[in-house]
């Protein structure tokens, strides 16, 4: 059984930064992908960032330049260093991977394991 675990979350100014954290308990396949999302009510979960077993990134053209995502295999976490927030980053941000073999990237029907997430707040 698969389970993650976000926190790191909440409230900041526009301009601040956060670090998100994700830890992973459970097997996983090796050539698992993992990546963020984020979601606001009423609207669809959105991929932010996401990196593959290779370490190789990807990111929505919203947060490019702001977000780093990165991983410690050897803690099995996943981490997301968010700086020069923005108003409309506030969101509950979710941890996901996937089940291995192919690099989803972005997409979110690519991942098989959810974190329940955590609120991130950016105040103008």
């Known amino acids: 059984q698969v389970q993650l675990a976000e926190s790191g979350g909440g409230s900041v100014q526009a301009g601040g930064s956060l670090r998100l954290s994700c830890t992973v308990s459970?097997?996983?396949?090796?050539?698992?992908?993992m990546a963020w999302f984020r979601q606001v009510p009423g609207g669809e979960r959105e991929g932010v960032a996401a990196i593959d077993s290779d370490g190789s990134t990807s990111y929505a053209d919203s947060v490019e330049g702001r977000f780093t995502i990165s991983k410690d295999s050897a803690k099995k976490s996943l981490y997301l260093q968010m700086n020069d927030l923005r108003p409309e980053d506030t969101a509950t941000y979710y941890c996901?991977?996937?089940?291995?073999?192919?690099?989803?990237?972005?997409?979110?029907?690519?991942?098989?394991?959810w974190g329940q997430g955590t609120q991130v707040t950016v105040s103008s």
């Open positions: 459970g097997h996983t396949d090796p050539h698992s992908c």
């Open positions: 996901a991977a996937s089940r291995g073999g192919v690099n989803w990237g972005l997409n979110p029907l690519g991942y098989s394991y």
